[in-house]
């Protein structure tokens, strides 16, 4: 992991954000977060939202927190008229693809997700 606190805070609340935080609650203390920013599908010709991250406190999950986030954002989706809501899931990680799975989320098997990242970047920009 790279990221500092820094870069997250420019991220999400510099001048110009480009990503978005919703923070889940349990007794009034902070038990989870949705890290998410918008997207856009050619397909549909509308925007969606990608959620780059889901975390909810081990002592908290099964509370409903989870699904309260994922829920906020799909009613985003829906006041927005946004076309797409997506995030990956890691293909071990059996508990959160059952929880998926239980609220109707398909497996998108036919994409291959690619990615460029440092050295890789720095070449296909010739730099």
Excluded at 17 to 41: H, K, T
Excluded at 60 to 87: D, I, P, Q, T
């Amino acid at each position: 992991m790279t990221a500092t606190q820094g870069d997250t805070a420019a991220a999400l609340f510099g001048e110009n954000p480009r990503a978005f935080a919703d923070i889940a609650e349990l007794d009034g203390q902070p038990v989870g977060f949705s890290l998410w920013f918008y997207n856009y599908s050619t397909f549909v010709g509308r925007h969606g939202i990608w959620l780059e991250d889901l975390f909810v406190r081990p002592s908290a999950r099964g509370s409903g927190a989870g699904k309260a986030l994922l829920v906020n954002l799909a009613k985003r989706c829906v006041e927005e008229g946004l076309g797409r809501f997506e995030w990956s899931v890691l293909d071990w990680n059996a508990p959160s693809i059952a929880f998926y799975d239980s609220l109707g989320a398909a497996t998108m098997d036919e994409w291959l997700i690619r990615r460029l990242t440092g050295e890789g970047i720095r070449k296909l920009a010739g730099v």
